[in-house]
């Protein structure tokens, strides 16, 4: 049959018409009932830093907030050898964080950021528009961060606006004059930590994405070298700052806050001064989250980057819009979770499809399946309910001469958490 759901069918503007969904309309009552919890998260991404470095580094800051939160090995750069392989590079790390999808949604493939798709949208995006009065704020060393990936201003990326901003200080090289042994990216880094926790202390933004570059700036010049561990080290320092910041929050105001650290991608085994390809170490990152109760699927596998939008969501109690949780590719680390590992297999003529069920025998997954990819471009795509099938079943075989196309987007749809998984020639 074809979905007849009013959210499946959303174009560009798939926001504005969520708006006037029965569905979301409810989980948005939901979420307001909630907000006297006044759920706030702060995401770090320290810059290139290779798991067993941080595992091997004195950090007493952060390893206090690992001992009353979670620690988990990650890994960026997509599925090795599939169509959502995603260089180990620092812009399409972020954005894979950012839109919880990998390059082949995003697009973007290396620093210079040449043309988002801004179609997948940024979760800064999500909560603007979804929830308007949230606040939103960003603290960098770079503009591009702002003004490329996440699109501030752009009307392809919804006019975004951040209402605190701190960035650009590359470009002041009056106070931070450039040298040759990158000290100037700690004294920029200590400046961004300054202004984040002033304006987490004083303005508790709802969403805060912090940057910072040092290490990855020692990393290139000094590779594995007790230079990069001193850098981890002022990471600490600066994660210090920001914790006691959030600890007031808590204990001032009604607010519970969620503060994620990550890195955005590893480094090469033999120097540790070079990244962007697919090694195990390149792909191999971290997780530290402030909470202590993650679900099966964190405990199961090696999470995702692409994981974090789907978390910053679920800790929000952020309804996402339908359209949009479609394309995600990361699956929640907090609270329950129905599936996972989802495949789309050719099997003569048929479609095998499978998943991984985490979630109770009694529930049901949907599956959906398009043979477009509008999408891309903004518009709907038309999804046909193939069947509502035992979540515990774990497969499901599709005649394909009933659906002929060289394309296949199969999402399935749990009663906790909904996957994809594409087929293409």
């Given amino acids: 049959m074809r979905s007849q759901l009013p959210c499946v069918r959303y174009g560009i503007n798939f926001f504005s018409q969520a708006r006037n969904c029965g569905l979301l309309l409810l989980a948005l009552l939901l979420s307001g009932l909630a907000e006297a919890q006044q759920r706030k998260v702060v995401f770090i991404i320290a810059d290139g830093i290779p798991a067993d470095v941080l595992e091997q580094a004195p950090t007493p800051n952060i390893r206090k907030i690992i001992a009353a939160g979670t620690y988990l090995r990650a890994h960026v750069g997509g599925t090795k050898g599939t169509y959502t392989e995603t260089p180990t590079i620092s812009a399409p790390g972020y954005n894979n964080l950012l839109t919880g999808t990998w390059g082949y949604k ?84 200590d400046r961004v930590i300054e202004e984040a926790a002033r304006c987490l202390r004083a303005n508790g933004p709802d969403l805060s994405w912090i940057y910072l570059e040092h290490t990855d700036d020692i990393g290139h010049r000094h590779g594995d070298s007790e230079q990069l561990r001193t850098a981890v080290g002022y990471l600490d320092v600066q994660i210090g700052k920001v914790e006691e910041a959030l600890a007031y929050r808590s204990a001032s105001f009604k607010e519970d806050w969620l503060l994620i650290l990550t890195t955005d991608h590893g480094r090469d085994a033999a120097t540790g001064k070079n990244h962007g390809g697919q090694s195990e170490r390149e792909r191999t990152t971290w997780l530290v989250l402030s909470a ?134």
Wanted: net charge positive; glycine share 6%; no cysteine.
């Fill in 106 to 189: 995003h697009n973007v493939w290396d620093n210079a950021i040449k043309a988002p798709n801004y179609h997948y949208p940024s979760i800064f995006r999500v909560l603007k528009e979804v929830q308007p009065t949230k606040k939103i704020a960003l603290f960098s060393t770079w503009t591009d961060n702002r003004t490329k990936l996440v699109g501030e201003g752009l009307p392809a990326a919804g006019n975004l606006t951040f209402d605190y901003k701190f960035d650009g200080y590359e470009l002041d090289t009056v106070a931070f004059p450039h040298d040759k042994q990158s000290r100037y990216t700690h004294a920029i880094d």
């Fill in 292 to 425: 202590k109760n993650t679900n099966t699927y964190a405990q199961r596998v090696q999470p995702g980057v692409v994981d974090i939008f789907p978390t910053v969501a679920r800790f929000m109690r952020l309804p996402v819009p339908v359209p949009v949780a479609r394309e995600l590719d990361g699956v929640p680390l907090l609270g329950p979770v129905s599936l996972a590992e989802p495949k789309v297999q050719p099997a003569g003529d048929s479609l095998r499809i499978s998943w991984v069920a985490l979630g109770q025998k009694t529930e049901q997954v949907k599956v959906w399946l398009a043979t477009t990819n509008n999408f891309k471009q903004g518009q709907p795509d038309t999804y046909t309910l193939l069947a509502t099938v035992p979540l515990a079943q774990q497969s499901l075989l599709v005649n394909r001469r009933r659906y002929p196309a060289s394309f296949y987007k199969i999402v399935l749809e749990g009663e906790h958490n909904t996957v994809n998984q594409w087929l293409m020639p």
